[in-house]
Nanobody, 115 residues
């Protein structure tokens, strides 16, 4: 089955940076649309950023200008560069790959922004 593994989460101070990675072990990775989602305690899961197979990107208003999504098709990996982190960014971050009607989710990685 398709494997989706996020990494790079951790504890960071406000204003700091983190780079999340999503290893997506699926044949035909280049054809998948990829996205990052997050879920904070007591809140619903929300979309953070997406990137298509053509590398067009889209961002939630709350992270626009601070986060950057990218992909390295040779490594089957999607990244989320997070800068100027705020306490409100604290959440479990999930990677999702989509191809046609199929969606594949990772297990999530914890990001905690606190002083």
């Amino acid at each position: 089955q398709v494997q989706v593994v996020e990494s790079g989460g951790g504890l960071v101070q406000p204003g700091g940076s983190l780079r999340l990675s999503c290893a997506f072990s699926a044949v035909g990775f280049t054809g998948y649309a990829m996205g990052w989602y997050r879920q904070a305690p007591g809140k619903q899961r929300e979309l953070v950023a997406t990137i298509t197979s053509g590398r067009s990107t889209n961002y939630a208003d709350s992270v626009k200008g601070r986060f950057t999504i990218s992909r390295d098709n040779a490594k089957n990996t999607v990244y989320l560069q997070m800068n100027s982190l705020k306490p409100d960014d604290t959440a479990v971050y999930y990677c999702k790959g989509s191809y046609g009607p199929y969606n594949y989710w990772g297990q999530g990685t914890q990001v905690t922004v606190s002083s």
